[in-house]
């Protein structure tokens, strides 16, 4: 959710007035959503995305406690915060409540800055549990050299862009250039140095940038995946060649860097001049093109990123078709 945007309550209940009394407590710091029944709330869920949903015991068409533990079964919404809001005033009822899995019993009719504080208080602790577990993915998913994100948190990055329907983000696919020459030649552990030597330019210059959302991912080996602002796209890629430029001969003996190259035997075993290495970026810009899954975005970065590579030196190639 951009910062700023107001988190979305999904209220059901069938009487009115209850309804719109919650409404107005809730409107000044929430967009409410309603709902009349189980079958508009499971519509509604599937249609947008909800941060709390608050209902009545009793539905028309179903129990609620039926329906939470319905929704807590479910992989798409079991960290759903669900609050009963009920004029249900019975300790077995209440039990029941936190029993389906509900994080809130409160009794009608209600006092509006209590429920508030609660409902707060709530969707607070949410975020909290929600940052916690991105945390331990991306602690369990981290590259072992970089200690950057891998694969799954990377899928799930992108994925979320496309379900946000994020027009202002732009994804950068980086590969190192001449790295298994650069491997063969100076060893494992001096290839280790150079990649965490470019994850590092990478992430120096995001936060150079104030790209302080900026998401950077380790796919493995020396590919990198970068999802930033769009508006940022063009100067922190270019910075991003120049700080590679400038610092990867630091990784060279000082005769092949003079040099600019590194004589290595080829797959045929001969013997030729290796360029230095250098970092190819193949990007999408999401402002300019829609896109349909994360593996459109893979593909279009996949296919710019080996246009880059028939260039010289470190650069980069934007996919520019399909304009808004």
């Not at 209902?55 to 915060?81: I, N």
């Not at 013997?271 to 990007?283: E, Q």
């Amino acid at each position: 959710m951009p910062r700023g945007e107001k988190k979305r309550i999904l209220l059901a209940d069938a009487d009115l007035l209850s309804a719109a009394t919650t409404i107005g407590a809730l409107k000044d710091d929430y967009h409410v959503v309603t709902a009349k029944s189980a079958a508009d709330i499971l519509k509604q869920l599937k249609k947008q995305q909800i941060d709390m949903l608050i209902m009545e015991t009793k539905l028309p068409d179903m129990d609620g406690f039926e329906l939470c533990r319905k929704l807590k079964s479910e992989p798409q919404t079991k960290a759903l915060p669900v609050v009963f809001l009920t004029s249900v005033n019975k300790v077995a009822a209440e039990e029941q409540g936190f029993a389906a899995g509900a994080v809130e019993y409160i009794v009608k009719p209600f006092n509006a800055p209590t429920v508030k504080a609660r409902i707060r208080n709530q969707l607070k602790l949410s975020d909290a549990i929600a940052e916690l577990q991105r945390l331990n993915q991306l602690a369990l998913d981290a590259n072992p050299n970089t200690g950057l994100p891998g694969n799954t948190c990377i899928i799930c990055e992108l994925q979320r862009l496309v379900d946000g329907n994020n027009q202002s983000a732009a994804v950068i696919y980086a590969d190192l250039d001449h790295f298994k020459v650069y491997n063969d030649t100076y060893g494992f552990a001096k290839g280790d140095d150079v990649i965490n030597f470019t994850a590092n330019v990478i992430r120096v210059t995001l936060q150079s940038h104030g790209c302080s959302e900026a998401f950077l991912g380790h796919i493995g080996g020396d590919d990198f995946v970068v999802i930033l602002p769009a508006e940022k796209l063009a100067v922190v890629s270019d910075e991003i060649i120049r700080r590679i430029e400038q610092g990867i001969g630091e990784f060279y003996s000082e005769d092949d860097r003079a040099k600019g190259f590194v004589v290595a035997t080829d797959r045929e075993g001969k013997k030729r001049k290796h360029p230095l290495v250098s970092l190819s970026m193949g990007a999408i810009d999401l402002s300019k093109r829609n896109v349909l899954s994360a593996m459109e975005i893979a593909d279009v970065c996949t296919e710019t990123k080996k246009l880059a590579k028939q260039r010289a030196g470190s650069n980069i190639v934007v996919d520019k078709r399909r304009p808004r």
